[in-house]
């Protein structure tokens, strides 16, 4: 096991640091992560083999300045030229990469940035991920709200202006079953013209239901792409079932969602590797469902909230920022979301370069908007975030400071007739 991620977490009991320890020690007493369990669908498709072919056989260090320069100069970005964007030969060639992506982006999305903001309705989680601030074996408040109280969040949230919201939960199916989330799809419908799930991953049908619901597009994190590493990182739970995760926007697709996000959380395992993968998951579904939206989220493992220390794979500004800039090359329709993880400079730069959608606003805890955009004190009981946010700028800022950038903030570009 990667002993980066095994940190003592304060916040445990000592029940639970006792049944983490068993966990950890006793390997034979888990799962087998590549095999599905009862009630996961399985669908027939060859994305998995392709993706992961590529990213196995990726050497990055074999890439040479000449095949960065060779990419620039192509007028479609091939897998190959991706992989030499992606390499650090690229590393000296940030500026024109970014001159490029910058093209890119005005041809295909103008001076478009669009804005949402997160709703976390609840964080209990029945996985043992561990390095989540949200696993559980954390001590942490948990929270689920009633429909009551996602109604009222929701309208604090549509009153500062806000139409497209992401809806989270916990990996819980008992705590946060498929109705629950349902029932919040509906009453997101009431005030937000977009509504997109960032949810354990379900099966069609389920996706079907959402949809009818409400839900317009599902964003999954993979996490990481190498499954022997994610393994040993994802202990307990549905989670642990490393495919059923990697075919959940193809299953959302089937389910009639308009479209899909995906990501891995570089850092966890090789970055240059696992964004690779990330691209080429979308690159392949895009060709497979050319009707559906596509985009990538670009988070980086920073600070997790409930552990004392962790050491994740370094992965800088400069490298993020290479990373987005080949997405963009290589992607030109697909959309790219920088998180609140990130500074507001860097946000601020990024959105002139590359990317396209940035959360405002945001909150990682349960039930605390009202405080966030009112200053005044909760209605209810909060629950505890789940990671470190850096930017916490409120809508209205990061509006006008797009605006100042000479962009133009979009808050929806849907019509419902």
Same mark, same amino acid.
Not at 26 to 39: E, I, K, N, S, V
Not at 101 to 107: D, I, P, S
């Given at each position: 096991?990667?002993?980066?991620?095994?940190?003592?977490?304060?916040?445990?009991?000592?029940?639970?640091?006792?049944?983490?320890?068993?966990?950890?020690?006793?390997?034979?007493?888990?799962?087998?992560?590549?095999?599905?369990?009862?009630?996961?669908?399985?669908?027939?498709?060859?994305?998995?083999?392709?993706?992961?072919?590529?990213?196995?056989?990726?050497?990055?260090?074999?890439?040479?300045?000449?095949?960065?320069?060779?990419?620039?100069?192509?007028?479609?970005?091939?897998?190959?030229?991706?992989?030499?964007?992606?390499?650090?030969?690229?590393?000296?060639?940030?500026?024109?990469? @970014?001159?490029?992506?910058?093209?890119?982006?005005?041809?295909?999305?103008?001076?478009?940035?669009?804005?949402?903001?997160?709703?976390?309705?609840?964080?209990?989680?029945?996985?043992?991920?561990?390095?989540?601030?949200?696993?559980?074996?954390?001590?942490?408040?948990?929270?689920?709200?009633?429909?009551?109280?996602?109604?009222?969040?929701?309208?604090?949230?549509?009153?500062?202006?806000?139409?497209?919201?992401?809806?989270?939960?916990?990996?819980?199916?008992?705590?946060?079953?498929?109705?629950?989330?349902?029932?919040?799809?509906?009453?997101?419908?009431?005030?937000?013209?977009?509504?997109?799930?960032?949810?354990?991953?379900?099966?069609?049908?389920?996706?079907?239901?959402?949809?009818?619901?409400?839900?317009?597009?599902?964003?999954?994190?993979?996490?990481?792409?190498?499954?022997?590493?994610?393994?040993?990182?994802?202990?307990?739970?549905?989670?642990?079932?490393?495919?059923?995760?990697?075919?959940?926007?193809?299953?959302?697709?089937?389910?009639?969602?308009?479209?899909?996000?995906?990501?891995?959380?570089?850092?966890?395992?090789?970055?240059?590797?696992?964004?690779?993968?990330?691209?080429?998951?979308?690159?392949?579904?895009?060709?497979?469902?050319?009707? @559906?939206?596509?985009?990538?989220?670009?988070?980086?493992?920073?600070?997790?909230?409930?552990?004392?220390?962790?050491?994740?794979?370094?992965?800088?500004?400069?490298?993020?920022?290479?990373?987005?800039?080949?997405?963009?090359?290589?992607?030109?329709?697909?959309?790219?979301?920088?998180?609140?993880?990130?500074?507001?400079?860097?946000?601020?730069?990024?959105?002139?370069?590359?990317?396209?959608?940035?959360?405002?606003?945001?909150?990682?805890?349960?039930?605390?908007?009202?405080?966030?955009?009112?200053?005044?004190?909760?209605?209810? @009981?909060?629950?505890? @975030?789940?990671?470190?946010?850096?930017?916490?700028?409120?809508?209205?800022?990061?509006?006008?400071?797009?605006?100042?950038?000479?962009?133009?903030?979009?808050?929806?570009?849907?019509?419902?007739?």
């Amino acid at each position: 096991m990667d002993n980066r991620f095994f940190v003592e977490s304060g916040h445990l009991s000592d029940e639970a640091q006792k049944k983490k320890r068993r966990l950890e020690t006793d390997r034979a007493a888990r799962t087998d992560h590549m095999r599905y369990l009862p009630g996961m669908e399985e669908i027939s498709s060859d994305l998995c083999d392709r993706v992961t072919g590529h990213m196995h056989a990726y050497d990055a260090s074999r890439y040479t300045q000449k095949d960065v320069l060779t990419a620039l100069e192509h007028e479609t970005c091939s897998v190959e030229d991706f992989k030499a964007l992606l390499s650090p030969a690229a590393e000296p060639f940030l500026e024109q990469m @970014a001159q490029r992506a910058r093209a890119e982006t005005g041809r295909h999305f103008g001076n478009t940035v669009y804005l949402f903001t997160p709703l976390y309705i609840a964080n209990y989680c029945e996985n043992y991920c561990v390095y989540c601030g949200f696993n559980c074996y954390q001590d942490i408040r948990r929270k689920k709200m009633s429909l009551e109280e996602i109604e009222r969040e929701m309208k604090i949230i549509a009153e500062s202006g806000m139409e497209e919201i992401l809806i989270l939960t916990g990996e819980s199916r008992a705590a946060s079953n498929v109705e629950y989330i349902g029932e919040a799809c509906k009453l997101a419908r009431k005030y937000f013209r977009m509504t997109g799930l960032e949810i354990y991953p379900l099966n069609t049908e389920e996706y079907r239901y959402l949809h009818t619901c409400g839900a317009d597009y599902v964003t999954v994190f993979q996490e990481t792409y190498d499954a022997d590493v994610y393994e040993t990182l994802h202990l307990l739970g549905h989670k642990r079932v490393w495919p059923y995760r990697f075919h959940a926007q193809e299953r959302a697709l089937m389910g009639g969602m308009r479209g899909v996000a995906h990501s891995a959380l570089l850092g966890l395992a090789d970055f240059r590797k696992d964004a690779l993968a990330g691209a080429l998951h979308v690159y392949y579904l895009q060709k497979k469902y050319p009707h @559906a939206e596509f985009s990538l989220s670009c988070p980086r493992l920073r600070p997790i909230l409930h552990n004392t220390a962790i050491r994740p794979a370094d992965v800088g500004e400069k490298e993020l920022c290479q990373i987005i800039c080949a997405y963009r090359i290589f992607l030109p329709f697909a959309g790219i979301t920088v998180s609140s993880r990130e500074s507001a400079a860097f946000r601020n730069g990024i959105v002139k370069i590359a990317a396209t959608k940035i959360s405002a606003g945001v909150s990682t805890g349960i039930g605390d908007h009202k405080s966030k955009y009112t200053g005044k004190e909760a209605d209810t @009981a909060q629950g505890d @975030a789940q990671f470190e946010i850096d930017d916490a700028r409120s809508l209205q800022q990061i509006y006008e400071a797009v605006t100042n950038e000479g962009l133009q903030p979009v808050l929806n570009d849907y019509l419902y007739v």
